[in-house]
């Protein structure tokens, strides 16, 4: 199993105060107008707050949201780091909405926005999710096409919800998401790759889908290794008859799809090179490959 702390309990903070509860007046809890980030603590580190940092403040300016303060946010990071002990990996969520107030829909002129910061356990996996891959379940819920929203990751997350409860097989790690359209898009709470002819596809994200922070981090590494990189819209079967396939997110980093909708594949030199090129990069949740422990299946 991956190290964690499932002891660890949960600490929440409310606009710098440690409350368990927001207004029930909240419009992100009305109506899921805010945006929200969800990051991976490594041996106290953040790798990615600068990424996560630059997709919350785009977020919030796509709603429309006042631009969120990242001193307020650090302080509530200081504050839940420093409360007590925190295990090697956890977990960090910020959210931030456009707070209670307005006319039904309509919000406030000023709105009194509301951030919130939690410090949680970080997800136990076996390391076979890494080594071996994971069965991903073909989700019959479509993803709908809304390009304003492209890409944010903002808090209305009743599509992916219903996708996720299509499965209850603890075998299944994720489920693979389609648009309206028919095009491959995502996983419900990963982004998708896959290999062909040597380079990587993945779904362009221009009309619906998260612009994922590790999926960046992948785009990134793949450069500087050389391995050519499309961006496009991908058919089921066109994504299918592929070499090698993973997802990720900021979480796991990389995991390999060994099966989805009865293909199988097994982990190819790719996403095994990017694997581990993220783990050389200090992204500690990446196993080393080359070891096999806890290999419970994934």
């Known amino acids: 199993m991956t190290q964690s702390d499932a002891g660890m309990s949960p600490r929440r903070l409310v606009n710098g105060n440690p409350e368990s509860a927001v207004d029930p007046a909240d419009r992100g809890f009305l109506y899921g107008d805010g945006v929200f980030e969800t990051i991976a603590v ?31 946010f650090r302080q509530d990071v200081a504050s839940l780091l420093n409360a007590g002990s925190v295990p090697d990996k956890a977990v960090l969520r910020l959210q931030y909405t456009a707070g209670p107030g307005g006319g039904g829909l309509r919000r406030p002129l000023s709105p009194q926005v509301t951030r919130v910061s939690a410090m949680l356990p970080f997800p136990l996996r076996p390391t076979a999710c890494w080594l071996d891959g994971v069965h991903v379940h073909l989700c019959r819920t ?54 062909q002819a040597g ?18 981090e992948v785009l990134r590494r793949a450069d500087r290794m050389g391995i050519p990189v499309e961006q496009g819209d991908y058919t089921l079967q066109r994504w299918l008859d592929s070499d090698e396939l993973f997802l990720t997110n900021s979480l796991i980093g ?36 080359a070891r096999r422990e806890g290999s419970a299946r994934c």
């Open 199 to 216: 380079g990587l596809l993945t779904p362009a994200l221009s009309r619906c889908g998260v612009h994922g922070i590790m999926r960046q």
């Open 42 to 72: 490594l041996e106290g580190r953040i790798p990615c707050w600068s990424e996560h940092w630059a997709r919350l403040q785009r977020g919030a300016a796509c709603l429309g949201l006042p631009e969120p303060r990242e001193a307020d």
């Open 254 to 289: 990389i995991w390999p799809i060994r099966m989805v909708a009865e293909r199988q594949w097994r982990p190819g030199p790719i996403t095994r090179r990017l694997q581990q090129a993220l783990r050389e990069d200090g992204f500690a949740m990446v196993p080393d490959t």
């Open 142 to 195: 479509r993803l709908p096409e809304q390009p304003r929203l492209a890409g944010v990751k903002h808090c209305s997350r009743l599509d992916y919800v219903l996708a996720r409860g299509e499965w209850a097989d603890e075998d299944v790690a994720e489920g693979l998401m389609l648009d309206a359209s028919g095009y491959v898009v995502e996983g419900t709470v990963s982004n998708l790759f896959a290999v």
